[in-house]
């Protein structure tokens, strides 16, 4: 290889062996020879010599050999050859540098009937792969014959391409598809001509789809290609279908805005013939090291049957969700987030654009929108400011917190050293401020941000001070004292009295409304005593089970609450003139039903007891080569709390609680909870001041108890792999549901996308793995409810539910979700998922045959490739909201 400047003095390689001398041949005079002009009989020549047409240097090799012709004027390149002039390169089998036609030609070699390194041109970034080309170094046209090129994931074959300029390229009897097999590809899209304009777009005529190399009736009498790598605005072809209810429709069609490169949008619509409509507008946003977010608004205008028709019905459901997250190194000491899910209480139920079945099992929605600010310092200041909301789907009721303010100071340590750490109860006595002002609205779902919303808002602040300390007591218990002043503001109050005129005669409770600023202070007191305790029990090195320890935590408290009578009035109801009603003397408090009710009026006094175990063994490892023993859990966190009421006349001893887990093996968590009761019920099952025991009955009632059993294992497990997906950021997660797909998959209509196009390549590694082992997973989760506060004694819900998912082959999954209720005794919501990758092409089946809410199925086939992600098909049944 030789790099030369021409017209200036040109030098040729020729190798004549691998590892011999060069010789080195001056090739100037052969090019100028052909302009020689015999001086010697001309003084002064007035012809001018021709301009070299290469004006840039060329860089070319041959493996083999690299032969000047003089005569031809031509260089020949052989094998592994390659040719670089200016922004254009060249590798091919043989290249010919033809000095007079200013032209490079370029084939790839026949050997024994194989045709092999072929052309690879590169201009810029434009590449192709053609079988031979014939290119102009002056003009910077060219001719190249059955090309291969990629743009954009877009792998576009031509029979004979031209090159106009650099910008625009003439493509004749040309076949465009995504599959990654060229030589013989699942599908194409045919055309006889074509104009291609690199990174930009594709032109062409008449166009008919292939597949297997049989065309199909799908044909375009022209055909766009966008192949911008930026996102561009354009029109987002709608699903065509019918709908037995609901007629003939459009469905997710619209336009996408690509505002920006840090913001989109994509507006999408629907359409029934009965008069059916749906709405969405969603968009994303993200500025890098700042904050990144999405926003979706979806409504439905939703009409069964037609009008007149004694079944007609019209009801409209939205849904407003929106995500924002701040870079945490963006700012330090702000931070601004947002989940907002809110909408109609019926949505996932009723919407006919989405398949989410596991969201319609979810009963609950709430949002936050927050934005907080630390204010560095000592002490440190923390503000936030923020909006809530809670809706339950079920009862509709909607809570609403818009704003709510908190304002929280650090702690503070007033006789604490400069130096050194804190000793002692004096030097560790803390004090703390916060402040917490709301406005909340209690509505439901039909009054939901109307005036009627607005007129019932409850307003209220409240300021704590907890003061704190913490000691030792002869160095193993640990202690500490805790007192909180708590004043609370309010700016409405009530006041009532009995109106012997109302109810004709028979009288009532006047209750109003005082408007106004007032106030109430209350405190309290608590202490704690606690310890550690180890219990370790040798049995001996050359044991199977060589040591067990027993670790417990016991804790008691002492809590004292005063009794605020100060903020409680009476009202007096008058006998009447039946001599069994007597005069009766009610008290209230008119901070009643304000927005953090009214301070407690008894007096209370308690000790609290705890207790927390741990039970860990050291077992001999089946590992001969290690040298230390396993350590086992084998109880964990099993705690009993209860309480005993000082001021109380009766029942003084709280229920006893507990909780427990029991990690038998990986993977697999066994959870456990109830409640001990030691006092009897009598006849009527009402508790009684009598000690169970007492009462010819055990210590404790069992009264209620639960167990929960979560199993996931999957095929990796056995090979010593992990497999932990992380199914947080789905759908139904998002909308308050479980990560998982025990209560079935979700899909968005318009998103059919399952498989990645980068997971093509790893199926196809792993083919081989699949003739001896196929890949599942399976994920169990058991629980049981027992009942027996009044005498029930009886199970009152269990349950299995089961989710498993099984790789048939390498492009082959199916997977069912399922349960069983042994209380009702019936089959749960139960889905069955069939997905086919079908390479370049993708195939889906779910089907809902039994489910609480609603039965459906939903198929989907379509093209994986984003660039032609319209080309698809879809059909589905509609949740039959009968049933």
Known sequence: MHSQDIPPKQDVTIPAKQDSDTITVDVKPIISEINEVAIDTVKNDTVKPKKDYLDNIVDYYGEDYVYLDRKANKVYMYNKAYLIYGDMRIDAGLIILDYNKNEVTAKGIDSAGKYTQRPVFVQGPNRAEPDSLRFNTKSKKAIVHNTRTEQNGFQVLAETTKKENDSVYFLRNVRFTTSKNLEDPEYYFYTRKAKFVPQKKIVTGLTNMYIADVPTPVGLPFAYFPLTEDRTSGFIIPTIGENSNRGFFFQNGGYYFAINDYLDLTVLGDYYTNGSYGLRGESTYVKRYMFRGNVSIRYENLINSERGFPDFSESSVYNIRWSHNQDAKSNPTSRFSASVNLGSSRYFQESINQTNNASALVNTLSSSVSYAKTFEGEPQVNATIAATHSQNTN???????????????????????????????????????????????????????????????????????????????????????????????????????????????????????????????????????????????????DKKIQALRHVMRPSVSYNINPGFDKYYDEYVIPATADPDVNEEVVAYSRFENTLYGAPSRNYSSSIGMSLSNTFEAKVTSKDTTLTEPKKVT?????????????????????????????????????????????????????????????????????????????????????????????????????????????????????????????????????????????????RLAYTMTYSNGQRQNEISSQSLMLSTNLELSPRWRVGVSSGYDFKNNGVTLTQFRFQRDLESWQMSFNWTPIGSINTSWYFFIGIKSSVLSDIKYDKRREPDKGL
């Not at 006047?510 to 608590?526: A, C, H, K, Q, W």
């Not at 099952?685 to 009462?695: A, H, K, S, T, W």
């Not at 009955?697 to 932990?724: C, M, P, Q």
Request: glycine fraction near 8%; charged fraction near 25%; proline fraction near 4%.
């Open 395 to 541: 009862t509709e009721e909607i809570n609403m917190s818009l704003p709510n303010a908190n304002v929280s100071v650090s702690r503070i340590f007033p006789f604490a050293p400069k130096i050194g750490t804190k000793n002692g109860i004096i030097e560790n006595i803390n004090v703390q401020y916060d402040v917490t002002a709301e406005n909340r609205f209690r509505t439901v779902d039909s009054l939901f941000f109307r005036p009627e919303m607005f007129e019932k808002a409850q307003i209220g602040a409240q300021h704590n001070i907890p003061v704190s300390t913490n000691f030792k007591i002869l160095n193993y218990l640990s202690a500490s004292a805790n007192s909180s002043l708590r004043e609370t503001w309010v700016l409405k109050t009530i006041e009532r009295s009995y109106d012997t005129s109302l109810n004709d005669g028979i009288g009532g409770v006047v209750e109003d409304t005082i408007p106004g600023f007032d106030r109430y202070l209350t405190y309290n007191f608590s202490t704690s005593l606690g310890t550690t305790v180890y219990g370790l029990f040798n049995f001996g090195a």
């Open 634 to 778: 084998l109880l964990n966190n099993l705690n009993f709390s209860t309480g005993y009421n000082l001021s109380g006349d009766s029942l003084r001893w709280n229920p006893v609680s507990f909780t427990g887990n029991i990690p038998i093996v990986e993977k697999l968590d066994f959870n456990f909870n109830g409640t001990l009761d030691p006092y009897a019920l009598n006849s009527n099952n009402q508790r009684i001041d009598v000690f169970n025991i007492d009462n010819g009955g055990s210590l404790f009632r069992l009264t209620n108890a639960n167990i929960s059993v979560n199993y996931s294992f999957s095929s990796k497990d056995f090979e010593g792999k992990s497999e932990d997906k992380d199914r947080s950021d789905n759908e139904t997660f998002r909308n308050g549901g479980r990560p998982d797909d025990l209560f079935g998959d979700t899909t968005d209509i318009y998103d059919g996308n399952i498989y990645k196009e980068d997971d093509d390549d790893e199926k196809d590694k792993n083919v081989a793995w699949y003739k001896y082992q196929i890949p599942w997973d399976l």
